[in-house]
């Protein structure tokens, strides 16, 4: 997946959303006119991407965060980003390897049988090493918060908070559960059968649109087993509210209110209007800096002839 779209994807499920149980692949993204409709107003654009993570429509997604020309270039990008690396043949041999072992008619047999006999030793190692590992990791990115030149301190704040969250559910969670951990490897085979790509080469040749809807299932996947941890992507989704503060004919400021493990947060975010929808301010802010960033660029080398 090419940096642009993890940078796109990351901003608008964290900027948006911060940050159910998917069964099928995620819909097809709207046709643009619904979709411009969803981002006429500020507030509904907010609201637009949070309903296309929760069904798990990152194409969708990424309409509802871009304006149509930038989108347009990213997906014209996708193939050339995803190939622009060849694969080793270690790679491809573990990726095939990976796969078979997760798609298999006995696979959640036979991974449980390698897992059961290591939960007690991890259940007594974290035990004892999962306090200082969450202080110590809390205590380093809270740091790391307070450091960063481009949070304002609301913005720290809602980070620091989050981090408090996060810390409190990795603490209490029951990982080592074996009734937990069989569920958790049923999702995890059931979502690679339905992602359906035996080799490397195969990922790598999908169509931007075949990607997104398999990055659609991955997702899914990830939201079912995180719930059963006690982690509610759905729940934290179904909390967001969003509230237009001010706007004029150009700009606006909402304010987002959610539930984060049950710990309520807020942040507020600028939007601008392109056309007839709403965009992230920063979101914009950002692809244009990377786009100048792209024109300066020297070209590459070229490669040395050979004979």
């Not at 509904?44 to 969708?60: F, R, Y």
């Not at 809270?142 to 620091?160: D, V």
Request: glycine letters at 4%.
């Amino acid at each position: 997946m090419s940096t642009k779209f993890v940078r796109v994807a990351l901003a608008a499920a964290l900027g948006f959303a911060l940050v159910g149980c998917g069964k099928n692949e995620p819909p097809a993204a709207p046709p643009p006119a619904v979709a411009a409709k969803a981002a006429a107003t500020p507030d509904s654009a907010i609201l637009a991407s949070v309903a296309h993570l929760k069904t798990g429509n990152i194409d969708g997604l990424m309409q509802s965060v871009l304006p149509p020309d930038e989108y347009t270039k990213a997906k014209a990008e996708y193939s050339k980003e995803m190939n622009k690396e060849p694969a080793s043949e270690e790679d491809k041999a573990k990726f095939a390897e990976n796969m078979a072992k997760l798609t298999a008619a006995d696979a959640e047999a036979k991974l449980w049988a390698e897992l059961e006999p290591q939960l007690k030793e991890m259940d007594a190692q974290m035990a004892q090493q999962m306090p200082m590992m969450v202080a110590m990791g809390k205590g380093f990115i809270q740091s790391s918060i307070q450091q960063n030149q481009e949070l304002n301190e609301a913005q720290k704040l809602q980070a620091t908070q989050a981090v408090d969250a996060f810390g409190n559910w990795v603490s209490t969670a029951k990982f080592t559960d074996p009734g937990l951990a069989q569920k958790s490897i049923k999702i995890v085979c059931d979502t690679a059968r339905k992602i359906n790509l035996k080799t490397l080469d195969e990922a790598r040749a999908l169509s931007y649109e075949q990607a997104m809807s398999k990055f659609g299932v991955a997702y899914l996947g990830l939201k079912d087993v995180l719930a059963l941890y006690g982690f509610s992507i759905d729940q934290t989704l179904d909390s967001i509210k969003a509230e237009t503060l001010s706007s004029d004919a150009a700009t606006a400021k909402v304010k987002i209110s959610y539930s984060l493990l049950n710990t309520p947060l807020s942040v507020e975010s600028d939007l601008v209007k392109l056309g007839d929808r709403w965009y992230g301010k920063e979101m914009l802010e950002g692809l244009k800096k990377k786009d100048a960033a792209e024109e300066v660029a020297p070209a590459p080398a070229p490669a040395p002839a050979t004979n």
